[in-house]
């Protein structure tokens, strides 16, 4: 994975590659319950 | 921060707007949301997995960290060392034998299980087999109830059985005769080794000529090199980045304590002054200050944790030097008085004799009434059932001095210790010397600990004598070794005011209960953030493998 200026993860600090990880998976786990309400939505309407 | 991380926090709140904004009332707007999401949660598992994957690369490089392999040779040099059978003059035999543990135990019977001290009966056997003293079954004859009991312990031992149902239904049945079964193996174990003393000393006499000989050291060059390579191993421990990475996976130091600003500001608590206005000689001097302090704060530290047994010690001698002072008073009023031989000897000679005296007498009582010369006529008079009272009236004579006997081996132990005492430790001697001698004497450590601690138990009890020993024999002493007890100093008192001498800002009240560990504490801080410094490990690199440890679960 590569950023806008071509900076590859195995250039980041430890400390930014564990940011990195926390930030994405905060962000996946949003996405699921999301993923999670949506469905819920559909079934009520459906 | 890089770009990396602001591109992707940017992606993602450009994502959530976008889904943010995405209308969902229609059942068709609700799909078409949810293919989106769907992808996003596609995609941002890819960038997770490179991301994890990238993460799980650098803790396997960093946690792969090898242990400098100088540590396990200086290991093995000290163990080969501490192992060479060479022995101290001052305990004695019984002591070198570890006979005094096993009888302590053997004491202890009714806290214990048959299994536990059959174990202790077994290792008492194999110690006097490996002294060139081997004790048979034949040898446990003070009392038919100890033969009986033995010839089956040994037989059931040598098919490897010590729970046998022979074994227990024995000791059953030997019990409700003589319930003092067990201290009357205790008395027959001492007898033995009464008898063979004096080879069994020169054992271990020709045992440590012999290797010192073929080490071409005497007995302190041993000591004094086993001490340069602990020192040599403490050193390479703490400057080796897999101990230091295991220091902080077993918690024993905190990440977050070795932060830069930590470790200037309590540099600043210790030296009264910014850290940064030391030069680079004087910081450099005042790091080795803070690594010596350490090192005497740990042993003051464990110094303070068994000061009680060199205050016992010191207190025996102080009994023994009143004794001895009372005793040759009487000898100058009783000189002229020469009828009375026994009052000019000592308490050490009088218990002797006395032990010897009765230990003849229980030999007589087994022989007397017989017709062959064997012993347990009695016993066996018993057994074809030609009871005559008279014989049970000499049964019960000999338990009564079998139990005098053992009464008088436990003084005799004191007068054992005492005498030692008076004879290895002068003005001179130093507290590690006083605390040597104590570590010698395991029934002493254990009736001490028990004094101070009421409400021990009986592992702990072990534990901690185990700790003892270890700490006078497989340590570094730089304090309690150059104390000698006539000077009756305060020994934090001379650690504070040579530090002092070195520009360091101490007061008493740093080595006060309250706040000895806080002082300990922020000295290693600042000696293992130097040590970590010249090793082969980063800080950065710990705090990754402490914070990834949790995320990857590993």
Redesign the interface.
């Known amino acids: 994975?590569?950023?806008?200026?071509n900076?590859k993860?195995?250039?980041?600090?430890?400390?930014?590659?564990?940011?990195?990880?926390?930030?994405?998976?905060d962000?996946?786990n949003?996405?699921?319950s999301?993923?999670e309400n949506?469905?819920k939505?559909?079934e009520e309407?459906? | 921060m890089s770009m990396l991380l602001k591109s992707i926090e940017k992606k993602i709140n450009i994502d959530k707007e976008v889904i943010g904004v995405l209308p969902k009332t229609g059942i068709k707007q609700l799909r078409s949301i949810k293919k989106k999401v769907e992808n996003l949660i596609e995609k941002y598992d890819k960038i997770n997995n490179s991301v994890v994957k990238e993460m799980n690369k650098r803790y396997d490089s960093i946690i792969t960290i090898k242990e400098n392999s100088e540590i396990e040779s200086v290991k093995k040099q000290i163990i080969e060392l501490d192992n060479l059978g060479i022995s101290s003059n001052v305990p004695s035999s019984f002591e070198k034998m570890g006979l005094d543990k096993i009888v302590y135990n053997l004491n202890g019977y009714y806290k214990k299980d048959l299994k536990t001290i059959n174990k202790e009966i077994i290792k008492c056997i194999k110690k006097f087999k490996e002294v060139g003293v081997p004790i048979t079954k034949k040898d446990f004859n003070i009392s038919e109830y100890v033969t009986e009991y033995m010839n089956v312990l040994f037989e059931e031992a040598s098919k490897g059985d010590l729970e046998s149902e022979r074994i227990k239904s024995t000791f059953d049945k030997v019990y409700w005769k003589c319930s003092d079964i067990i201290p009357h193996i205790i008395v027959n174990i001492r007898q033995f080794f009464g008898i063979h003393e004096e080879e069994i000393d020169m054992y271990y006499k020709n045992r440590t000529e012999k290797v010192l000989a073929s080490l071409n050291l005497t007995y302190e060059e041993v000591y004094n090199k086993k001490q340069e390579l602990v020192k040599k191993m403490n050193s390479l421990i703490s400057l080796d980045g897999k101990n230091i990475l295991d220091s902080f996976l077993n918690n024993t130091y905190n990440v977050s304590d070795y932060k830069t600003d930590n470790y200037e500001k309590i540099y600043e608590k210790i030296i009264s002054k910014p850290v940064s206005e030391l030069l680079p000689k004087e910081k450099k001097d005042m790091d080795s200050n803070v690594e010596n302090l350490h090192y005497n704060l740990i042993e003051y530290y464990n110094y303070l944790e068994f000061k009680f047994l060199i205050d016992e010690i010191l207190k025996l001698r102080e009994e023994k030097r009143a004794e001895i002072k009372k005793e040759e008073e009487e000898k100058k009023n009783k000189s002229k008085d020469k009828k009375n031989k026994n009052k000019n000897k000592s308490e050490y000679e009088t218990v002797k004799e006395e032990i010897k005296q009765l230990n003849e007498e229980i030999e007589k009582l087994n022989l007397s009434g017989k017709s062959e010369n064997t012993k347990f006529s009695l016993f066996k008079k018993k057994q074809q059932k030609d009871i005559d009272s008279n014989n049970d009236e000499k049964i019960l004579e000999r338990n009564k001095k079998i139990m005098q006997v053992k009464e008088l081996y436990a003084k005799f132990d004191n007068c054992r210790l005492k005498e030692s005492v008076i004879q290895n430790i002068g003005d001179t001697t130093t507290l590690l010397e006083v605390l040597r001698i104590a570590s010698y004497y395991y029934g002493f450590l254990a009736r001490c600990i028990i004094k101070k601690f009421p409400t021990i138990v009986e592992n702990e009890i072990h534990d901690m004598i185990a700790r003892i020993k270890k700490f006078v024999r497989l340590n570094y002493f730089s304090v309690i070794n150059h104390i000698i007890i006539a000077e009756k100093k305060d020994i934090s008192i001379v650690i504070k005011d040579k530090y002092k001498l070195f520009g360091m800002t101490l007061t008493k009240d740093n080595f006060s209960e309250a706040n000895l560990e806080e002082l300990m504490k922020d000295i290693q801080i600042i000696k293992v953030y130097n040590d970590i410094i010249k090793s082969n490990i980063l800080i950065d690199d710990v705090r990754y493998i402490i914070n990834a440890k949790e995320i990857l679960k590993r």
Do not use: A, P, T
């Not at chain 1, 994975?1 to 200026?5: A, H, L, Q």
């Open positions: 994975m590569e950023g806008k200026n900076i993860l195995s250039d980041v600090e430890n400390d930014e590659l564990i940011e990195i990880q926390k930030v994405v998976n962000f996946l949003y996405l699921k999301e993923y949506i469905e939505m559909e309407r459906s």
